[in-house]
């Protein structure tokens, strides 16, 4: 059963918890986020965001889950018995379904980018020409559920694995391709013209004027994204890493990877989506339909193309995992399903979701929810609202149920470690973190205008 579970080491826990935090969000969403926000400006705020509110809630979250040692729902059963915490449970249940329901959209659609690399797909691009192959692509109504189910099933794969045969070994694979292939792809970038160094400045010389209420909002749900915090992955996980190990540091290990991987990815796209003469403002659309122009200029451009898409594959699947694991380990735990039972179960009602939101560019694309598709209201939903949910709850849950000396004595392993910032953390997790995050989320819903 999962809450015997283990990760056998330190560095599988790092690999398997970097691993849940960079995904897509970083490689496919961060740099359109950026392109969009005016580059450096909605850097800076993302890591404001990062620091002073992504740090803390990730800790809240780490300590709950090892001090539980179950699936969410046991662990706040077991930590806050007689009340109605576990019910929180159900917000990661369908937290999880909803990420995952377009995660393997996205992905999908990227196995099928690597596939048709070697192709002529991309030769002579053109924006039309590209545009044409997306529309075609993402509209037909089997092509990328196809895909979606595919990418779905490789997932589930991983989980029946197990957390240290599937989840900690596969991690422990593609973390290091992973950034390996993401240093050579911004040598390439930064390499291509004189241009290139546009790209670069772009992303790191701030422009204040393009800041809003809007790149607050868009800058904060991005950090619950890509951190993976606010809806049980980390408590799940968390629960997997063993009690000697120091849980505060590892904290620091994931941000910090996490954060270098957005900006490589950043300095991987945006110099030569410049370098091309491309405007970086795409939007979801820009490593499917500016990249394939890029790739299509350079020498040994399919080879690029294959290389970056296998990329995007490994990031969506280290990260598909977790959030298919946070399903599993409530089924396995609460329901005493075997995990392949469990995982096939969850698999199955997850990717019948996901259909849903595939065909939202196809079948589905004139239903439509205050101008956005099935898709987006599923991301806007996870991102913007369930996550920063997720986070005010395990803030307060930390900072008022769970309270500060178990939260010292989970932190420091029994005052074993010494943790200099405890009392700063611990004053976000308590009265920051749940106001400024309940403040922004209604900001951005523009429930004040
Ligand atoms: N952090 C992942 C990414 O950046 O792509 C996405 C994600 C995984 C979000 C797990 C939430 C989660 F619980």
Known sequence: MSNNEHFGSKIGAIAALAGSAIGLGNIWKFPYLTGENGGAAFILIYIACICFIGIPIMLAEFSIGRRGGKDVYGTFKKLAPNTKWSAF???????????????????????????????????????????????????????????????????????????????????????????????????????????????????????????????????????FFSLSVGMGVIMTYGAYVKKNEN?????????????IVAILAGIAILPATFAFGMAPNAGPGLVFLTLPQVFAQMPLGQLWSFIFFLLLILAALTSSI????????????????????????????????????????????????????????MDFTASNILLPLGGILICYFAGWVLGKDSLRDEITNGNKLKITLFGFYFFIMRYVAPVVVLLLMLNGLGIFN
């Not at 794969?157 to 390996?180: H, Q, Y």
């Not at 849980?247 to 990877?257: D, G, K, T």
């Not at 609460?334 to 969850?346: F, P, Q, Y």
């Open 89 to 223: 449970s159900i917000i990661t249940v369908c937290t999880s379904a909803v990420i995952l329901s377009y995660y393997g959209t996205i992905a999908g659609w990227t196995m099928h980018y690597m596939c048709i690399s070697f192709t002529d797909a991309f030769q002579n691009a053109t924006p039309a020409s590209v545009e044409q192959l997306f529309t075609e692509f993402t509209s037909n109504p089997y092509h990328p559920v196809v895909w979606q189910i595919l990418f779905m099933i490789v997932t589930a794969a991983v989980i029946i694995g197990g957390v240290k045969n599937g989840i900690e070994r596969s991690s422990k694979v593609m973390m290091p391709i992973l950034f390996i292939i993401l240093i050579i792809l911004c040598f390439r970038s930064l390499t291509i013209n004189e241009h290139s160094i546009d790209g670069l400045a772009f992303l790191f010389k701030p422009n204040l004027e393009v800041v809003s209420a809007k790149t607050f909002m868009a800058a904060m749900g991005q950090a």
């Open 322 to 377: 977790s959030l298919l694991e946070v399903t599993v380990a409530y089924f396995i735990n609460e329901l005493k399903m075997k995990r392949v039972t469990a995982t096939i179960i969850t698999t199955i009602i997850i990717s019948i979701v996901g259909v849903f939101t595939t065909i939202a560019f196809g079948p589905l694309k004139d239903t439509t929810l205050f101008g956005m598709n099935i898709f987006d209201i």
């Open 247 to 259: 849980i505060h540091q590892m904290a620091y290990q994931v941000v910090l990877s996490d954060t």
